[in-house]
């Protein structure tokens, strides 16, 4: 007999991602079809379903995820921010390039020469409704017919990250756990490719108890440099600390 009411579970779960069916990890609709249609022709009595279930959001997350993942509402204010935007600045440029290549020196090179480079570049590979949106975000992109191109940078990372073993078997928050949830970077290279960067948002919004243990000075981590970092930590028998 179950111990709680179909309503109650119901609610505990709506909302929840499936991850796995009898034990077989699904990462897509089609695979979840399939594994379906495998227990319906085995005529088993019973099937296992395991959920991932989100937090309960309070009012104003609620509408921060509905304007990020879905079209407008009537829970969704039109006029909703985009919050914790990244920027990019010139100067920030200059340092990175000085890293890549660092047997050259860009200190000299004016900004009006950086600024006309940079347009150059991305005029010839972005469409007039991207240009006009200034910064890339999910929400924003959903709406222009580019999505699918953009959608397919994201399931093509999604695709290598798991070949890699990046993603491991969902297992339940620790007490007190500081959990960095799935942000999304975009943009466009110079061939034309649509890029989607999966990073950790660790935004003073998203994550607070972080910045309340640790200064950091980018509020996306990219999540193989993340691993990497405490990879190497724990080979060479070292601890981390925040602040």
Request: hydrophobic share 40%; net charge positive.
């Amino acid at each position: 007999m179950p111990t709680t009411s179909s309503c109650a579970t119901n609610n505990a779960l709506r909302g929840a991602y499936l991850v796995a069916i009898n034990d077989v990890l699904v990462f897509t609709r089609e695979q979840a079809l399939l594994e379906f249609r495998k227990a319906f022709d085995s005529n088993s009595p019973s099937l296992s379903l395991t959920f991932a279930p989100e937090k309960r959001l309070t009012i104003a997350e609620l509408r921060r995820a509905l304007a990020e993942h879905r079209e407008p509402s009537l829970f969704t204010d039109p006029a909703l921010p985009d919050e914790e935007t990244p920027v990019l600045t010139l100067d920030a440029i200059r340092s990175i390039c000085s890293l890549r290549f660092p047997e050259s020196d860009f200190s000299s090179v004016p900004v009006e020469d950086l600024a006309a480079t940079i347009h150059a570049v991305t005029s010839t590979a972005i469409t007039p409704a991207e240009q006009a949106l200034g910064f890339f975000t999910r929400r924003k992109l959903r709406r222009l017919s580019t999505w699918p191109k953009w959608q397919r940078g994201e399931f093509k990372q999604l695709d290598r990250m798991h070949d890699l073993g990046m993603f491991g078997a969902p297992v339940a928050a620790p007490p007190g756990a500081i959990i960095l949830r799935l942000h999304w970077q975009y943009q466009i290279n110079r061939s034309g490719e649509r890029r989607s960067r999966s990073c950790c948002d660790g935004s003073l919004r998203a994550a607070p108890l972080l910045h309340q243990v640790a200064s950091t000075y980018s509020s996306c981590v990219e999540q193989p440099i993340q691993r990497m970092f405490f990879a190497l930590a724990a080979a060479h028998d070292m601890r981390v600390y925040g602040g």
